[in-house]
């Protein structure tokens, strides 16, 4: 493992864009738990574990931005997640704000300036390009 796959603060970031993943999937309409799961599989061609996604769902679900309803696929009870009318609010901000410190990011590293801050304090640094 390199150093920087062992960097706490990557891992954050690898954690975070994890969450954004989820509930990007859940923006799309209602999925179980492993649903999402296999999405990520699919997409990343990489694992994420349960330990990651369930956590998020519940705390997603305590703050009201996720409903939670059983569903029967032939062979089992599924927990079905859907975002409420909160949670895509919340979503379509959340993703309107990520859009917009992409595409700083993005015109930075095509002019050259190389600085990238969020006001927030999560991504707050410079670097050489």
């Given at each position: 493992?390199?150093?920087i796959?062992s960097?706490?603060?990557?891992?954050k970031?690898?954690r975070?864009?994890?969450r954004?993943?989820?509930?990007?999937?859940?923006?799309?309409?209602?999925?179980?738990?492993?649903?999402?799961?296999?999405?990520?599989?699919?997409?990343?061609?990489?694992?994420?574990?349960?330990?990651?996604?369930?956590?998020?769902l519940?705390?997603?679900?305590?703050k009201?931005?996720?409903?939670?309803?059983l569903?029967?696929?032939?062979?089992?009870?599924?927990?079905?997640?859907?975002?409420?009318?909160?949670?895509?609010?919340f979503?379509?901000a959340?993703?309107?704000?990520?859009?917009?410190v992409?595409?700083?990011?993005?015109?930075n590293?095509?002019?050259g300036?190389?600085?990238l801050?969020?006001?927030?304090g999560?991504?707050?640094?410079?670097?050489?390009?």
């Open positions: 493992m390199s150093s796959d960097d706490p603060l990557i891992g970031f690898v975070d864009f994890d954004l993943f989820m509930l990007s999937v859940l923006y799309e309409g209602p999925i179980h738990g492993y649903g999402l799961m296999d999405r990520y599989r699919v997409v990343y061609n990489r694992e994420i574990v349960e330990g990651t996604v369930y956590p998020f519940a705390v997603l679900r305590k009201g931005l996720v409903s939670l309803s569903a029967h696929d032939g062979v089992r009870e599924r927990k079905v997640y859907e975002l409420t009318v909160l949670g895509r609010v979503c379509e959340l993703f309107l704000r990520f859009q917009n992409y595409a700083v990011a993005l015109e590293s095509v002019s300036v190389g600085v801050s969020v006001d927030d999560l991504l707050v640094g410079e670097f050489d390009v």
